[in-house]
């Protein structure tokens, strides 16, 4: 993630990272899951919890990559999706944070 002087995240071109994790908790919790928003807003994040297997769950983040695009975040840093697709963010959220049958 890019560094400012004052070490808050710098802003995405389509908004600040709490719209973007707000948008993907909501698109979340519209799918019968539990999202929450959590964090300030320096280090945001939206808590993800499966709602029939509570220990399925991961705290996702936002920031940009190198070439300044914005990614959803698993909690250890690996990309899930562009902020743009939410739809695509939140099933695969969903699909890795269900028990296989």
Not at 15 to 22: A, D, E, N, S
Request: proline letters at 10%; glycine letters at 8%.
């Amino acid at each position: 993630m890019k560094s400012v002087p004052n070490g808050e995240i710098p802003s995405s071109p389509g908004g600040k990272p709490i719209t973007h994790l707000t948008m993907l908790a909501e698109r979340l919790r519209a799918e019968g899951w539990y999202a929450r928003v959590m964090g300030s807003c320096k280090a945001p994040s939206v808590r993800v919890v499966n709602p029939t297997t509570p220990p399925l769950n991961d705290d996702i983040t936002v920031g940009p990559d190198g070439a300044g695009l914005w990614w959803f975040r698993w909690s250890f840093g690996v990309r899930i999706a562009h902020v743009d697709n939410l739809d695509i963010a939140a099933a695969r959220i969903i699909q890795v944070l269900s028990p296989t049958h």
